[in-house]
């Protein structure tokens, strides 16, 4: 059961949540977007990502009846993840779980599992350390494609051009794109760090039968307070 949230991870790739309090962007060339975006800073980016050990991850998807969403806090030898699936009309068909790792020096680790109304689910050992790691590589890999190009993400979408640039007063850099559906436009960016080139946010509008909206934002190491087995119920 634990392999499910790491599907709809892998699933909806990237994706909630701006930072709080407004930011004021102001619109700036793309040779200049390009002087904060260099190839340099993206590659030590990345190569500071795949070595961080704290950073938390909000994604979400919603529309048309559907919405998911997924935080996930991640320290050293801890990952803590609560989703929650609400589907169908007046969201009558809902799920929601929190799900807890808890590793150590012995490349082992404890999985603490449940879903809200059903039984618990308690696991430990090597093999569900090897999930551990391969939840953590999920997380990983989906900032990691950020950094691929600014503009990666939005590819993915449909927003393959009519980029426009900005600069934000939190000091991020930010790229957009619209799309048009049916006389409905659609809007996308990603926001970046001018300064390390983490990726903060990402937010999507698709249109498959529906409109949905894809978001996520992330931190590099934030205040992280752990949960305990006995906080989820055991």
Do not use: W
Not at 72 to 78: E, G, K, L, R
Request: hydrophobic letters at 30%.
């Amino acid at each position: 059961m634990k392999k499910q949230s790491t599907l709809f991870l892998i699933a909806l790739l990237g994706m909630i949540l701006s930072s709080c309090g407004e930011v004021k962007y102001t619109a700036i060339s793309e040779d200049e977007f390009n002087s904060y975006y260099t190839e340099e800073k993206a590659t030590k980016a990345k190569e500071d990502i795949e070595a961080l050990s704290t950073f938390s991850f909000i994604m979400g998807q919603n529309g048309n009846g559907f919405e998911y969403n997924v935080n996930t806090f991640v320290d050293v030898n801890y990952y803590y993840e609560y989703g929650k699936l609400y589907v169908g009309p007046n969201h009558k068909d809902n799920r929601e779980g929190e799900f807890l790792y808890l590793a150590n020096e012995s490349n082992t680790a404890d999985y603490y599992e449940h879903y809200i109304g059903e039984e618990k689910n308690h696991e430990t050992g090597a093999d569900v350390y090897k999930d551990y790691l391969e939840s953590v590589s999920d997380v990983k890999d989906t900032i990691l494609n950020a950094l691929t190009s600014p503009t990666y993400l939005l590819t993915q979408y449909g927003y393959k051009e009519g980029y426009k640039y900005f600069k934000g007063s939190d000091n991020s850099i930010k790229v957009s794109a619209e799309v048009t559906h049916e006389d409905q436009t659609l809007i996308g960016y990603a926001t970046y760090d001018a300064n390390t080139l983490y990726p903060k946010s990402f937010s999507a509008q698709v249109y498959e039968e529906a409109i949905y909206t894809i978001t996520f934002s992330f931190k590099a190491n934030p205040k992280i307070t752990h949960k305990t087995p006995q906080d989820l119920g055991f």
